[in-house]
């Protein structure tokens, strides 16, 4: 686990985290990209979501 100077730093590197993630999950699902963004949320908020949809 990485400790943070500052909350500052912390935003910044979940910022970049999302963005690298949101482009290779990309590179594999086209087209839900909303979908894409809440499943991202839900993990980093170590929530939980139901993916209901025509397989």
Do not use: R, W
């Not at 086209?30 to 809440?38: A, D, F, P, R, S």
């Amino acid at each position: 686990m990485t400790t943070f100077q500052s909350d500052a730093a912390a935003a910044d590197s979940l910022a970049q985290t999302y963005k690298k993630l949101n482009q290779e999950i990309s590179k594999v699902i086209i087209g839900q990209n909303e979908v894409v963004q809440l499943v991202l949320t839900a993990i980093f908020c170590q929530g939980h979501c139901l993916l209901v949809g025509v397989p």
